[in-house]
C-alpha cells in the first residue's frame, strides 16, 4: 500500500484524536516507579521487617509512570489526604513506527 492509498483505506476515518472514543473504555493500568536496585538472592534473604533498601533514584528526582509497562510520563510524590498520588511534571511520546520506542518530551 502506497501513502496516497491510505485516504482510501477503511482505516482513514481513524486518524483524529474524536475517532478513539471506541477504545476510551479499554482499561490500563499505571504503575509509578520510585526506583530500581540489584542484589543477590543471599542478600534478599537476609531481609526482614525493618529493613531498609537504598534504591537507585536521588531524592527529588522525578518518579517514572508507565502505562501498560510503558514508560509515558514522569513526576514528583504528593500527599492527597491519606493517600499518594503523582504531580505531572513531564509528558511523554513515542515517535511512530512502534520499532521506535525511545520517548520524547510532549
Same mark, same amino acid.
Given at each position: 500500500m502506497q501513502s496516497g492509498? %491510505?485516504?482510501d483505506s477503511p482505516l482513514s476515518g481513524l486518524r483524529g484524536a474524536d475517532s478513539?472514543?471506541?477504545v476510551m473504555d479499554v482499561p490500563v493500568e499505571l504503575c509509578v516507579e520510585i526506583g530500581r536496585r540489584v542484589m543477590r538472592l543471599?542478600? %534478599?534473604l537476609k531481609l526482614g521487617p525493618?529493613?531498609?533498601l537504598e534504591l537507585d533514584k536521588l531524592s527529588g528526582e522525578p518518579l517514572d509512570i508507565?502505562?501498560?509497562r510503558k514508560l509515558v510520563a514522569r513526576g514528583?510524590?504528593?500527599v492527597i489526604g491519606e493517600r499518594y498520588g503523582v504531580r505531572l511534571s513531564e509528558v511523554l511520546v513515542v515517535d511512530d513506527p512502534p520499532s521506535s520506542s525511545k520517548p520524547r518530551r510532549l
Open positions: 492509498d %491510505l485516504a478513539l472514543g471506541f543471599g542478600e %534478599l525493618g529493613s531498609v508507565y502505562a501498560n514528583e510524590a504528593v
